[in-house]
């Protein structure tokens, strides 16, 4: 009996290994971090992340993650085409603070609750109707949520 317990611990810890050397690393980064708002702020970084403006310009750009050229006119000139349904975000950074930008990022409803803009990093368990790739997930991950963050910081 001691012989049978022993091997069905190393399998189990050698099915461990594989699975944790196969599932890649960014696989951690879909996780659902909770975030609260307080004073239509989320003051604190998502996860104590750091963002990294670059990144975050190629987000807002992308038409598979941020995709916020579809409403907002921004200073990315090599870009043809910028909405005007929404306003535009040139100088957002003198209007808002990072914390009211990050909620913005993450949920707009929570000031706006009738706005088309989507939460790109509401709470999944709270969505419905939405794409089977998106089923269970946040638009953007915590990092690319503070990534946008750091770049809208710099318009100035």
Request: overall charge positive; proline content about 6%.
């Amino acid at each position: 009996m001691k012989r049978t317990a022993f091997k069905h611990r190393l399998v189990t810890i050698a099915l461990l290994l594989v699975i944790f050397t196969i599932v890649p690393a960014s696989f951690a980064e879909d996780k659902f971090i909770s975030w609260q708002m307080k004073d239509y702020t989320i003051k604190s970084p998502l996860g104590g992340l750091t963002g990294n403006a670059q990144r975050g310009r190629n987000i807002v750009r992308r038409k598979d993650k941020g995709n916020c050229l579809a409403c907002h006119a921004m200073p990315i000139p090599e870009e043809p085409f910028h909405g005007t349904v929404a306003p535009p975000l040139t100088g957002v950074a003198t209007r808002m603070n990072e914390g009211q930008i990050r909620l913005r990022v993450v949920d707009e409803t929570r000031i706006i609750p009738g706005t088309i803009m989507p939460g790109f990093y509401k709470n999944p368990k709270e969505l419905n109707r939405v794409a089977d790739e998106y089923w269970g997930k946040t638009v953007l991950t915590a990092q690319e949520v503070e990534d946008v963050v750091a770049y809208l910081m710099t318009l100035k």
